[in-house]
């Protein structure tokens, strides 16, 4: 139990590296120390948590530097108990971010989870040597080394285009209209808090957006100040092919008008401009700016700003119902998880039964020399 809610908490934040970065952000705030550090050093430091986290699992799982391992482990679990405990009493923050968007706990449900854990942990670094090798000492530094690029290459990937899962309330395929209608029942939903603000018509337009029935393009920038620029042209070509085919366009952010004429003065940006909240706007899309593709309130789809859709010359004068982007993509979770099991359990199960093979024929052999 213990290896595997390690390799699930280090899994989940590695495939959301922002939002462990978001959540360790909101963990300085409520320190008093919001201002100390950098973006990249939080960034840095969600990347290296799901690493560590993942890899110490893993580890565990099989058996690997058993002392060190055990060790490491029951003193993380020495220092989240007390942190957990501190943010169930005090409730700084609404959830401690242990298992990212993918299973959210109450404080006091994480500070009882991390009671288990630790005696859990406890056991474990008392007994190190009772626990089965599934890899001979020889091999574990193929373990070691797989495991290790693995999850950074998850991080990585996730972070130059979106997160390989997606456990927020805005991924793709999420019929927007038919939840943020549902909040006027008084249901306590995350959707709540969307809403979307015309800035020049000064009138909120969410209803409007969201009831459309044909295409709605909108670029997400939470803050344009902070915004990558460097797919300018790309985002202001795709404006043009939603101008030329009569579907809507906007940009939402949380700026402020100083910075959102800045940005229209630097990029020449005919699109109209909406506030939307903050918080709501980095929910929505791990990228800044992202794009996102609405059908009749539907998300049909979303790019970072790294992989934005290139129409091209040929395809400019087809309208989206005759473009794969203008259709819900066909690779499903099913077929995600498929990949994390061919491209990750697989080889390590069949690690482990050439490496078991080995050694019974090693100890074939040492009992004929025996004989």
């Not at 000492?137 to 997160?163: A, D, K, M, R």
Request: hydrophobic share 45%; charged share 20%; with cysteine.
């Amino acid at each position: 139990m213990l290896s595997v809610t390690f390799i699930l908490s280090g899994f989940v934040k590695a495939v959301d590296p922002l939002g462990t970065q978001y959540k360790i952000d909101d963990y300085l705030e409520a320190m008093g120390m919001g201002s100390l550090l950098p973006t990249w050093v939080t960034l840095g430091a969600s990347v290296l948590q799901s690493a560590v986290e993942f890899c110490l699992g893993i580890f565990l799982l099989f058996a690997i530097q058993r002392r060190l391992t055990s060790r490491l482990i029951l003193l993380i679990m020495l220092v989240m108990t007390p942190l957990t405990l501190w943010l169930a009493l005090t409730n700084p923050i609404s959830d401690c971010g242990c298992f990212g968007d993918a299973v959210v706990l109450t404080n006091w449900q994480t500070f009882w989870k991390n009671i288990v854990l630790l005696g859990c942990a406890v056991v474990v670094a008392w007994w190190p040597k009772d626990m089965f090798r599934f890899v001979s000492e020889s091999n574990q530094w193929i373990v070691i080394n797989y495991s290790v690029l693995f999850i950074i290459g998850i991080s990585v990937w996730s972070l130059y285009y979106l997160p390989t899962f997606d456990f927020r309330p805005y991924h793709v395929g999420t019929n927007l209209r038919e939840n943020w209608q549902r909040t006027m029942d008084g249901e306590d939903l995350p959707y709540a808090d969307f809403f979307i603000d015309d800035i020049d018509a000064g009138e909120d337009i969410t209803e409007a957006v969201l009831g459309d029935s044909s295409y709605v393009m909108l670029l997400i920038s939470p803050f344009l100040e902070q915004a990558d620029d460097s797919r300018l042209d790309l985002i202001n070509e795709l404006y043009e092919y939603t101008d030329e085919h009569g579907y809507a366009f906007y940009c939402l952010t949380a700026s402020t008008q100083k910075h959102i004429e800045r940005w229209h003065d630097v990029t020449g940006a005919e699109y109209p401009f909406c506030q939307t909240d903050g918080t709501t706007l980095k929910t929505i899309i791990r990228s800044n700016p992202g794009l996102v593709l609405l059908k009749d309130g539907v998300i049909i789809r979303k790019w970072s700003h790294n992989d934005l859709p290139d129409i091209g010359e040929e395809q400019s004068t087809l309208p989206l119902e005759q473009l794969e982007i203008g259709h819900l993509p066909d690779d499903n979770v099913a077929k995600r998880i498929a990949m994390i099991m061919m491209w990750f359990v697989l080889p390590l199960t069949v690690l482990t039964l050439a490496d078991r093979t080995w050694m019974w024929t090693q100890w074939i052999r040492r009992r004929r020399k025996k004989e």
